[in-house]
């Protein structure tokens, strides 16, 4: 476990708010007959970037060492 979990954790919230806004769009442009909306895209953009900073601080190999020599 590394000394980061916490925010990790935080950033796994935040995937959760940002899959329901995408999925939100998605119910809406289908019930309008619209295609993918553009702002579903920035979304998963955005998905992906935190999906990769909860890795970095999941990952105990990035881990602050504690030997300062």
Known sequence: MSGYDDLADRLEAVVADLD?????????AVREGRGRP???KRLLQARRA???AIHLLRDDRHAPSDDLD
Do not use: H, N, P, Q
């Not at 329901?20 to 809406?28: A, C, V």
């Open 20 to 28: 329901e806004r995408s999925f939100d769009l998605l119910r809406e």
């Open 50 to 52: 935190i999906d990769k």
């Open 38 to 40: 553009a702002d579903d």
